[in-house]
């Protein structure tokens, strides 16, 4: 039962994200990049001191490296694609986004020596081409803004990743505080190196920011984290990809692009690479059982 409460919390991460990418494009109206994550992450940082404030009294010196270690590749995550954001659409930005779905297991693979499973391996191409399809436009050129948004994925894999080695040891409130922390204290320093102080955003721009701070990261990381413990990183990665079918789908609620062919059968991609995720090919004569 924990485990299916873990992919749904995931799942509710995804629709969660997916209106991320529009509120980001909004922020980016009237706001920096740096602007625009120094306010989210210090939102959530103050959001997750009010939550855990008894936990964090107590933080030991693993607990601190591990959130260091979580906050800068979630930092390094959102400034490359905010920054991509601006190079690039917000549909191509979240296909390559998506495509931490494929590094994940591979990180696994290199610093642990973690097995690959072949349902994950299956699941995580069909994730990668659904979003391809989902979100690509007839040009396959590699711009600017699509090089910094692979990084990005790079990143964000990287954070999936930890967050499942981190989170059955380390405190889910402690490890969130430090993370957003860290983010906000590193955001901080790209906004003095970038010399962007004029602040001075519309109405829109702010309730956008305002989303991102609380919702699209206060409340999806405290999520993603308890979510974690029941659901490993690989099978994590391939739900979260969702994240790209719900970012379509704000795009054409919200900013009114049309429907395709291609968004409805990209999603239904994405949406088949979960269920995949979830089959277990177990020998039982010549039947596969799923469970």
């Known amino acids: 039962m924990k485990k299916y409460l873990g992919i749904l919390g995931l799942l509710t991460v995804t629709v969660i994200w997916?209106?991320?990418f529009v509120a980001s494009d909004m922020a980016l109206e009237t706001l920096s990049p740096f602007q625009i994550m120094v306010i989210r992450f210090l939102i959530a940082a103050v959001l997750m001191t009010l939550l855990g404030v008894k936990q964090i009294r107590t933080i030991s010196r693993e607990e601190a490296r591990c959130g260091i270690w979580l906050g800068s590749a979630l930092f390094g995550g959102f400034a490359l694609q905010i920054i991509a954001l601006q190079y690039t659409t917000p549909s191509k930005n979240a296909f390559l986004t998506a495509t931490n779905v494929v590094l994940v297991p591979f990180i696994a693979l290199v610093i642990y020596r973690k097995?690959?499973?072949?349902?994950?391996?299956?699941?995580?191409?069909?994730?990668?081409?659904g979003a391809g399809v989902l979100s690509l436009k007839d040009d396959f050129s590699i711009g600017l803004g699509d090089g910094l948004t692979l990084l990005c994925a790079v990143c964000f894999a990287l954070q999936i990743f930890l967050t499942g080695e981190y989170v059955g040891r380390i405190r889910p409130a402690v490890l969130n505080f430090l993370q957003m922390t860290t983010?906000?204290?590193?955001?901080?320093?790209?906004?003095?190196?970038?010399?962007?102080?004029?602040?001075?955003?519309?109405?829109?721009?702010?309730?956008?920011?305002l989303y991102l701070g609380v919702v699209s990261t206060t409340i999806t990381y405290l999520l993603q984290t308890v979510s974690q413990k029941y659901v490993d990183e690989t099978k994590s990665a391939i739900i979260l990809s969702m994240e790209a079918v719900f970012g379509t789908f704000f795009s054409v609620v919200l900013l009114h692009e049309s429907v395709?062919?291609?968004?409805?059968?990209?999603?239904?991609?994405?949406?088949?690479?979960?269920?995949?995720s979830e089959i277990s090919f177990k020998k039982a004569g010549k039947k596969e059982v799923i469970r």
């Open 260 to 276: 395709t062919v291609r968004m409805l059968a990209g999603s239904a991609l994405i949406l088949a690479a979960v269920l995949v």
């Open 183 to 209: 983010a906000c204290v590193l955001s901080a320093a790209g906004l003095l190196l970038s010399g962007d102080y004029t602040f001075a955003p519309s109405a829109r721009s702010f309730l956008a920011v």
């Open 115 to 129: 097995k690959i499973e072949v349902r994950s391996l299956i699941g995580a191409g069909m994730a990668l081409v």
């Open 18 to 20: 997916g209106g991320g």
